[in-house]
């Protein structure tokens, strides 16, 4: 089945020690999201990639950059996780295609903790 | 900036009650999606709708684009255990906007 991944499901971490998520897709969609969401509130975009083009939200923080080395993975990478960076991360795929039709598929998120 | 706002934020109904829950917007939107996300899960994609009036039904689930394009509903018939988890819904511009979510609707079932 054609699904997005996040890898892994759980990770914990030490307050400023860097790490790495990752999500693969094998729905060949040509923009991927990571999202975050802390407790009991909606996903917050951080950034996305339109194929190679990098589009970061304003209010992401530079602590947080992403990388897509091909069509099928991308990279979340906290440089130097705090306390308040704990929360799930949500990697998500669509496929824009002339304009229309633009849902987003969800993996199932990797839970960050920071220790 | 463009914000949803979805009632009621939660609900506690028993097995077997229909549910419904809504969606607002301060801004216009063109498509509007329905997603529910269980606990340690990402969310899943419900419902997409794409026209204003649509009436769309996916198994005991319903959604509507409100004729105004400013908001939405999404109904759910005999509710079951697991309709348990958080509905959220999104709206968005064009498809190349990036895709608001509301807040989201917790919902619980009592057997």
């Known amino acids: 089945d054609a699904m997005v991944i996040q890898n892994p499901r759980y990770q914990v971490t030490q307050f400023g020690k860097p790490v790495t998520l990752s999500c693969s897709q094998t729905?060949?969609?040509?923009?991927m999201y990571w999202y975050q969401q802390k407790s009991s509130q909606a996903p917050k975009l951080l950034f996305h990639y339109y194929d190679k083009d990098f589009n970061n939200e304003a209010d992401t923080p530079d602590n947080f950059q992403s990388r897509r080395p091909n069509t099928s993975f991308c990279f979340l990478d906290i440089r130097s996780p705090g306390l308040g960076d704990a929360a799930m991360y949500l990697c998500a795929t669509s496929r824009l295609r002339g304009g229309t039709y633009n849902e987003q598929f969800f993996g199932p998120g990797t839970r960050l903790t920071v220790l | 900036g463009q914000q949803l706002n979805q009632s009621p934020q939660s609900m506690f109904i028993q097995e077997g009650e229909d549910v419904s829950m809504n969606c607002t917007s301060s801004s216009i939107f063109n498509t509007w999606l329905w997603y529910k996300q269980e606990p340690g899960e990402g969310p899943v994609l419900l419902i997409a709708l794409y026209k204003a009036g649509e009436l769309t039904s996916n198994g005991r689930l319903t959604a509507q684009f409100g004729i105004t394009r400013k908001d939405s509903f999404l109904n759910i018939s005999a509710s079951i255990p697991s309709d348990v988890g958080i509905y959220f819904c999104a709206g968005q511009w064009a498809s190349y906007d990036k895709v608001i979510f509301g807040p989201g609707t917790s919902l619980s079932v009592i057997p």
């Open positions: 729905l060949n969609h040509n923009v």
